[in-house]
């Protein structure tokens, strides 16, 4: 019995991270409507970045967030300009391409300038577990946790009150009214991807503890992100929170009752079952299926 | 240069690299022309389903399902290569049919991240199955050479299958694109909803190119698992092989065209060797890097690709032949 | 029996009322306009019947047939043809636009093309065969379309704008094909927007104001009836 509750934390812990990853996709494929496939690659680099902070510096990795995370964002923001711009108006397949050689070029780079050791950053608080109610919860789990949810939560109080935000929104909800409205979409593309960028960077830092950095390491992260995206339903913070615990609990609850190597078959079970079942996901505003993408 | 001056000169490289083999004799010349031919057919394949519009990233599933049916069957069961073949065919229809049917709703996008999540998924059971596959250790083909056993000695034997298989293939892709099938697909791609309006089915027409594709890749799979007698779930379902390449090649040479599947194989299956030896012996992913930026500067550039760029020559309002683009800018 | 039966269609989306409560019926062999001002729920209208959109109530009879159940293709099997008002060819040749809807009810080859040719001679359109669509002028392409819907053999028509964006001598040579179709037996359903050439080609016609179906009468009938001056010139509507 137990076992369930410590299994239910550890899921709703790593949810948290999922959720964070999430919303930086949900907003680049809100706002800009391109399916980033180089999505868990920020998330790469954003780790490398840490650990060489870290391995040069002695920085701390939460502390090097400071430096990351506004590196990130100006990555965001110039893959939007040069890779996505270009090709905003091309069909889709073109830029389903255009991202997928994005995301095998950075693997590779990686590979080249960094090798393809897992490497690990130590810290003091790596392993220190907290104990409430007979259910071990490790430290840095938690504090991911608390910092995905804080950050959040800004998030979306920065979409519904700020004038930026809403303007970030309505591009969401139709392009062509905001743009009529005299909204400069393109300028908030650029705000977009780059706070996407930083959010999914902030996520892979908090990873970093319990999590080693290899050129792949992204690679399950931009299916877990759509997945939670479309589950939660697109434009739809609060779904995308929701949906990401799902997925984290879900996950670990597979991984610890059936098989840790078939998690993505279980992945990839849900996102089918979803688009058939429920396209708009759990929370969608109701035009979800034609922004999802469905017939 | 005209362009049935570049038609003719590409018709005399053609006929160089099929003839390369028996002009000169090289073990070396011999592999890599035979290693086009099979990327030509699996290039061909794949672009079936692009004549509507319908860009997979999960063809790697079928063709690993085949090959690991003919293998399968052969090493752990003793039945014939020959028999495998219809059989890896049979299995790669019915994943074809498994990926197809849910994923037929997605648009573009979504439709292509979904099939690489199938084949991802399937890369997955092979190495977890081990009872049926052998995980990660792999099949291997024990060397019994002979027809029966679809095994030689020299490298002859497969220079002409493969030749026969890329020819059949790119044959079965001009009568599908030919034919009522083909133009539905092509109306689909082009505006879907105007197609429906007008009596088409266009989700039955997606699903049967599907099929046709991923049957013709499974059979190719099936053949070059003899080929290369390894057998394991990283090459055989290995996305960068079996489903980016023929997606880049297809790129390159002109999607959703006859000839642009074919042009592509033929100049990026060389290319790719060369960058993958030399490149990657000099420094491991550097290829990669080249092909990603090969496929960021095309998509850019010439989203028709090659093909597109031979169409351009010609005066103007010439009528659809083998090589009209269509995919490159229609939307699904 | 009435061609095509609309009862009491009624679609909404979201607050709005797009249509409300239409009912209406067309004879085989008429020719029905269908005007109203800006938003009044026409190409709506349209949508539902050719199965783009879905009502939340109502009844669609076609030949008898209910057809509301039926998906777009379904309807185009079953005889109902339409146009779009933003004309968008296939990429392909004029003569392959028209085989794409014979194909679908005949898949051989041969047959197609010479049906196919056989259409476009009918529309003057022959001489264009080989052409590719998005080299021609919009008033080629709106005939291309209507060339399309033909080749669906349909028992009723749907033209929605077919006139939209043209000059007058292109219109002068686009209104009698609509009249040369009709004299084939094809019944027609004309959404349209120039008064004149409406009224000059229906034989009956629907005004639609917000969703509603106000009048519903011959083109004389119809400009002499107060609710539908009131509409157009904006005014409220509230006896009608």
């Given at each position: 019995?137990?076992?369930?509750?410590?299994?239910?934390?550890?899921?709703?812990?790593?949810g948290?991270?999922?959720?964070?990853?999430?919303?930086?996709?949900?907003?680049?494929?809100?706002?800009?409507?391109?399916?980033?496939?180089?999505?868990?690659?920020?998330?790469?680099?954003?780790?490398?970045?840490?650990?060489?902070?870290?391995?040069?510096?002695?920085?701390?990795p939460?502390?090097?967030?400071?430096?990351?995370?506004?590196?990130?964002?100006?990555?965001?923001?110039?893959?939007?300009?040069?890779i996505?711009?270009?090709?905003?108006?091309?069909s889709?397949?073109?830029?389903?391409f255009?991202?997928?050689?994005?995301?095998?070029?950075?693997?590779?780079?990686?590979?080249?300038?960094w090798?393809?050791?897992?490497?690990?950053?130590?810290?003091?608080?790596?392993?220190?577990?907290?104990?409430?109610?007979?259910?071990?919860?490790?430290?840095?789990?938690?504090v991911?946790?608390?910092v995905?949810?804080?950050?959040?939560?800004?998030?979306?109080s920065?979409l519904k009150?700020?004038?930026?935000g809403?303007?970030?929104?309505?591009?969401?909800?139709?392009?062509?009214?905001?743009?009529?409205?005299?909204?400069?979409?393109?300028?908030?593309?650029?705000?977009?991807?780059?706070?996407?960028?930083?959010?999914t960077?902030?996520g892979?830092?908090?990873?970093?503890?319990?999590?080693?950095?290899?050129?792949?390491?992204?690679?399950p992260?931009?299916?877990?992100?759509?997945?939670?995206?479309?589950?939660?339903?697109?434009?739809?913070?609060?779904?995308?929170?929701?949906?990401?615990?799902?997925?984290?609990?879900?996950?670990?609850?597979?991984?610890?009752?059936?098989?840790?190597?078939?998690?993505?078959?279980?992945?990839?079970?849900?996102f089918?079952?979803?688009?058939?079942?429920?396209?708009?996901?759990?929370?969608?505003k109701?035009?979800?299926?034609?922004?999802i993408?469905l017939k | 240069?005209?362009?049935?001056?570049?038609?003719?000169?590409?018709?005399?490289l053609?006929?160089?690299?099929?003839?390369?083999?028996?002009?000169?004799?090289?073990?070396?010349?011999l592999?890599m022309?035979t290693?086009?031919?099979?990327?030509?057919?699996?290039t061909?394949?794949?672009?079936?389903?692009?004549?509507?519009?319908?860009?997979?990233?999960?063809?790697?599933?079928?063709?690993g399902?085949?090959?690991?049916?003919?293998?399968?069957?052969y090493?752990?069961?003793?039945?014939?290569?020959?028999?495998?073949?219809?059989?890896?065919v049979?299995?790669?229809?019915?994943?074809?049919?498994?990926?197809?049917?849910?994923?037929?709703?997605?648009?573009?996008?979504?439709f292509?991240?979904?099939?690489?999540a199938?084949?991802?998924?399937?890369?997955?059971?092979?190495?977890d199955?081990?009872?049926?596959t052998?995980?990660?250790?792999?099949?291997?083909?024990?060397?019994?050479?002979?027809?029966?056993?679809?095994?030689?000695?020299?490298?002859?034997?497969?220079?002409?299958?493969?030749?026969?298989l890329?020819?059949?293939v790119?044959?079965?892709?001009?009568?599908?694109?030919?034919?009522?099938?083909?133009?539905?697909?092509?109306?689909?791609?082009?505006n879907?909803?105007?197609?429906?309006?007008?009596?088409?089915d266009?989700?039955?027409?997606?699903?049967?190119?599907?099929?046709?594709?991923?049957?013709?890749?499974?059979?190719?799979?099936?053949?070059?698992?003899?080929?290369?007698?390894?057998?394991?779930?990283?090459?055989?379902?290995?996305?960068?092989?079996?489903?980016?390449?023929?997606?880049?090649?297809?790129?390159?040479?002109?999607?959703?065209?006859?000839?642009?599947p074919?042009?592509?194989?033929?100049?990026?299956?060389?290319?790719?060797?060369?960058?993958?030896f030399?490149l990657?012996?000099?420094?491991?992913g550097?290829?990669?890097?080249?092909?990603?930026?090969?496929?960021?500067?095309?998509?850019?550039?010439?989203?028709?690709?090659?093909?597109?760029?031979?169409?351009?020559?010609?005066?103007?309002?010439?009528?659809?032949?083998?090589?009209?683009p269509?995919?490159?800018?229609?939307?699904r | 029996?009435?061609?095509?039966?609309?009862k009491?269609?009624?679609k909404?989306?979201?607050?709005?009322?797009?249509?409300?409560?239409?009912?209406?019926?067309?004879?085989?062999?008429?020719?029905?306009?269908?005007?109203?001002?800006?938003?009044?729920?026409?190409t709506?209208?349209?949508?539902?019947?050719?199965?783009?959109?879905?009502?939340?109530?109502?009844?669609?009879?076609?030949?008898?047939?209910?057809?509301k159940?039926?998906?777009?293709?379904?309807?185009?099997?079953?005889?109902?043809?339409?146009?779009?008002?933003?004309?968008?060819?296939?990429?392909?040749t004029?003569?392959?636009?028209?085989?794409?809807?014979l194909?679908?009810?005949?898949?051989?080859?041969?047959?197609?093309?010479?049906?196919?040719?056989?259409?476009?001679?009918?529309?003057?359109?022959?001489?264009l065969?080989?052409?590719?669509?998005?080299?021609l002028?919009?008033?080629?392409?709106?005939?291309?379309e209507?060339?399309?819907?033909?080749?669906?053999?349909?028992?009723?028509?749907?033209?929605?704008?077919?006139?939209?964006?043209?000059?007058?001598?292109?219109?002068?040579?686009?209104?009698p094909?609509?009249?040369?179709?009709?004299?084939?037996g094809?019944?027609?359903?004309?959404?349209e927007?120039?008064?004149?050439?409406?009224m000059?080609?229906?034989?009956?016609?629907?005004?639609?104001?917000?969703?509603v179906?106000i009048?519903n009468?011959?083109?004389?009938?119809?400009?002499?009836?107060?609710?539908?001056?009131?509409?157009?010139?904006?005014?409220?509507?509230?006896?009608?």
């Open positions: 019995m137990e076992l369930i509750f410590q299994v239910l934390v550890s899921g709703l812990l790593i948290g991270v999922y959720a964070l990853i999430s919303v930086g996709l949900n907003l680049i494929f809100g706002v800009v409507r391109i399916i980033n496939f180089a999505h868990g690659e920020v998330l790469m680099l954003a780790m490398y970045a840490t650990f060489w902070l870290n391995k040069f510096f002695g920085m701390d939460y502390l090097s967030a400071l430096l990351v995370l506004p590196a990130m964002f100006f990555f965001g923001v110039l893959v939007q300009r040069v996505v711009q270009p090709i905003q108006e091309a889709s397949n073109m830029q389903i255009a991202t997928v050689a994005l995301s095998l070029i950075l693997q590779n780079l990686a590979l080249i300038f090798k393809g050791d897992f490497r690990t950053i130590q810290t003091s608080y790596a392993m220190s577990t907290l104990e409430v109610m007979n259910i071990i919860i490790s430290v840095p789990r938690l991911a946790f608390l995905a949810l804080v950050s959040i939560l800004s998030l979306f920065f009150h700020t004038f930026v809403k303007a970030l929104r309505a591009i969401v909800e139709d392009n062509t009214v905001a743009r009529l409205m005299g909204i400069k979409v393109e300028r908030l593309y650029l705000l977009a991807f780059g706070l996407g960028a930083a959010f960077a902030l892979g830092i908090l990873l970093i503890p319990f999590s080693s950095v290899y050129p792949t390491v992204g690679v992260f931009t299916l877990i992100a759509f997945i939670v995206v479309v589950l939660g339903g697109l434009g739809s913070m609060s779904g995308t929170f929701m949906a990401g615990l799902f997925i984290g609990v879900v996950e670990t609850f597979g991984g610890t009752y059936v098989s840790p190597a078939l998690k993505e078959a279980l992945y990839f079970g849900i089918i079952l979803v688009l058939l079942v429920r396209p708009q996901g759990l929370f969608g109701g035009k979800g299926t034609e922004e993408g | 240069m005209s362009a049935n001056r570049w038609q003719l000169l590409g018709f005399i053609l006929a160089a690299v099929v003839a390369a083999p028996v002009l000169v004799d090289s073990k070396f010349i592999h022309v290693l086009i031919f099979f990327y030509v057919a699996m061909s394949a794949w672009n079936i389903p692009v004549f509507g519009g319908k860009m997979s990233l999960g063809h790697a599933a079928f063709f399902i085949g090959g690991y049916t003919g293998a399968i069957l090493v752990k069961f003793g039945v014939s290569p020959w028999i495998g073949l219809v059989a890896g049979a299995m790669s229809l019915l994943g074809g049919v498994i990926m197809t049917l849910p994923l037929l709703r997605l648009r573009g996008p979504f292509t991240l979904a099939s690489i199938f084949a991802e998924v399937l890369r997955m059971i092979a190495i199955w081990r009872s049926l052998n995980g990660s250790v792999g099949l291997n083909i024990p060397f019994k050479p002979g027809w029966a056993n679809l095994t030689f000695q020299s490298g002859l034997p497969f220079y002409f299958i493969s030749l026969i890329a020819a059949a790119v044959f079965v892709s001009y009568r599908l694109r030919h034919s009522a099938l083909g133009f539905h697909l092509r109306a689909s791609a082009s879907d909803e105007a197609a429906q309006a007008l009596g088409v266009t989700r039955r027409a997606h699903f049967i190119g599907l099929l046709w594709s991923s049957g013709l890749t499974g059979l190719i799979g099936v053949f070059y698992v003899f080929f290369i007698y390894v057998v394991e779930p990283n090459t055989m379902f290995s996305i960068p092989l079996f489903s980016l390449q023929p997606a880049l090649n297809g790129i390159i040479g002109g999607i959703g065209t006859i000839w642009g074919v042009i592509g194989a033929v100049i990026m299956t060389p290319l790719g060797e060369y960058l993958r030399y990657g012996t000099i420094q491991q550097l290829n990669f890097v080249v092909y990603g930026v090969v496929l960021i500067v095309t998509v850019n550039f010439i989203p028709g690709g090659i093909v597109s760029l031979l169409a351009r020559l010609k005066p103007s309002k010439g009528s659809n032949g083998p090589g009209s269509s995919g490159a800018k229609e939307v | 029996m009435a061609l095509l039966q609309v009491n269609l009624t909404r989306f979201g607050g709005l009322t797009a249509v409300k409560q239409v009912s209406f019926d067309i004879q085989p062999g008429e020719i029905v306009g269908l005007i109203g001002p800006n938003g009044a729920g026409k709506t209208l349209f949508n539902l019947i050719s199965g783009i959109l879905n009502p939340e109530d109502g009844e669609i009879i076609l030949d008898g047939r209910p057809i159940q039926l998906s777009p293709a379904r309807r185009s099997l079953a005889g109902l043809g339409r146009t779009f008002q933003i004309v968008r060819p296939f990429t392909m004029v003569l392959e636009n028209v085989m794409v809807p194909l679908a009810r005949d898949p051989h080859m041969g047959k197609a093309r010479e049906e196919g040719m056989q259409v476009l001679t009918l529309l003057r359109l022959d001489h065969a080989d052409a590719q669509p998005d080299s002028t919009l008033a080629y392409r709106k005939r291309i209507v060339a399309r819907a033909l080749a669906t053999r349909p028992k009723l028509l749907m033209l929605d704008e077919v006139l939209a964006g043209l000059n007058p001598t292109e219109i002068s040579e686009n209104l094909i609509i009249r040369q179709v009709h004299e084939r094809v019944t027609i359903f004309i959404i927007h120039l008064m004149d050439a409406l000059a080609v229906s034989q009956r016609v629907l005004v639609m104001d917000q969703g179906l009048a009468g011959s083109p004389q009938e119809v400009t002499s009836n107060e609710c539908v001056i009131k509409a157009y010139l904006g005014e409220e509507t509230p006896t009608c």
